[in-house]
């Protein structure tokens, strides 16, 4: 995700942080769910389209809001912001939603 973005989303009313932040870069997507929702996060934005077919988001602890764009540069991103937001502000423990 883009660094960018995170900045961008801070100025909103959400705290925010990125996989590279925490130094969590290297950790797979199973263990990046649970370190997520042991650490408190309520949801995970994610441009990995594939993540619902290899992870059970189901049991996840947090919501998943998956960001289908062409790239995950800022300016492919921003119009997604006002879906983003809202996304966030419905978002439920287990609940998959994709964002485009």
Excluded at 32 to 57: I, K, M, S
Aim: glycine share 8%; no cysteine; charged share 15%.
């Amino acid at each position: 995700m883009s660094n960018s973005l995170a900045a961008w989303h801070t100025s909103s009313l959400h705290d925010v942080s990125t996989v590279q932040g925490e130094g969590w870069a290297v950790v797979n997507n199973g263990k990046l769910l649970r370190r997520a929702e042991v650490y408190g996060f309520d949801a995970l934005l994610t441009a990995d389209q594939n993540l619902p077919f290899q992870q059970n988001v189901a049991r996840a602890g947090l919501a998943v809001i998956i960001l289908r764009a062409p790239t995950t540069k800022l300016e492919d991103l921003l119009p997604l912001a006002p879906r983003i937001l809202s996304a966030l502000r419905g978002n439920r423990p287990g609940q998959l939603q994709y964002v485009y």
